[in-house]
């Protein structure tokens, strides 16, 4: 900076002590945002590594849950809605909480298999094989059961209700406080016999055939279909004995 007096010119040194001060903050801050990048550097690969790890562990226990069959070992938690199964053979596996919504499983054979507490509603089943299978409080809503084998099968709870089991074989098969339709009930009564082997019931008195004013009125869901109309009861309200229809005859 030039400073002009009356008869000489002087040169001050003052604004380059500024101009060299203003460079030493300038370093400092370079410095500083050094620091600052070598943190956030530092705290990102931390984070990095750490969810990776957290990555790895929660793809060991994915793969720890599919080798226990589920959360804690009490099932498979297996998906195969929609599945294509048909001719599978699936003898003595577990696949209880499995979800089987609309599968295809037509002539597959599955007995001897756990299904407790899984999902078949809608699942066609013409001709599967369900000898002996745990079928207990499964949901098998609208499910074809059309000449399926269900011998020895254990459907005690099972949620059956608008599902066609015609011609289905159920010999020794349990269907204790299942809930079926009223005129799949009595279908089935016509023919139904044997004693489960695992639970011990007979299947007629599982299914509630004879005379009982509670078996007449049956424990389907729906009220619509649950009680007959009254002139197929007698004066008690109960059905035929011999054959398990609600007829007055």
Not at 40 to 52: C, D, K, Q, R
Not at 163 to 192: E, H, N, P
Not at 225 to 231: D, N, R, V
Request: charged share 20%; proline share 2%.
């Amino acid at each position: 900076m030039i400073i002009v007096t009356h008869n000489s010119l002087q040169f001050s040194t003052k604004p380059f002590a500024v101009i060299c001060q203003l460079d030493a903050q300038n370093g400092n801050n370079v410095q500083e945002s050094k620091k600052w990048r070598k943190l956030v550097s530092t705290a990102l690969a931390a984070a990095v590594i750490g969810f990776s790890s957290d990555m790895s562990a929660l793809a060991d226990l994915n793969k720890y849950e599919a080798e226990t069959r589920g959360e804690f070992g009490i099932g498979s938690a297996a998906q195969f809605g929609s599945a294509d199964l048909k001719k599978a053979v699936h003898v003595n596996e577990n696949f209880r909480r499995a979800n089987f919504t609309a599968a295809d499983m037509r002539e597959s054979d599955f007995s001897g298999s756990t299904f407790n507490g899984a999902y078949l509603e809608k699942a066609v089943a013409y001709k599967a094989n369900f000898t002996g299978a745990d079928l207990s409080d499964t949901l098998m809503d609208r499910m074809v059961l059309n000449e399926a084998n269900l011998t020895n099968a254990v459907l005690v709870r099972t949620v059956l209700t608008r599902s066609d089991l015609g011609g289905a074989i159920i010999d020794g098969a349990d269907f204790s406080d299942a809930v079926l339709d009223l005129t799949q009930k009595q279908a089935l009564c016509k023919y139904a016999n044997g004693t489960n082997p695992i639970t011990g019931v007979s299947t007629r008195k599982s299914l509630g055939c004879g005379n009982s004013r509670r078996n007449a009125y049956g424990s389907p869901s729906s009220p619509l279909l649950s009680a007959p109309p009254e002139k197929l009861l007698d004066r008690d309200g109960f059905c035929d004995s011999a054959t398990g229809l609600c007829d007055a005859k």
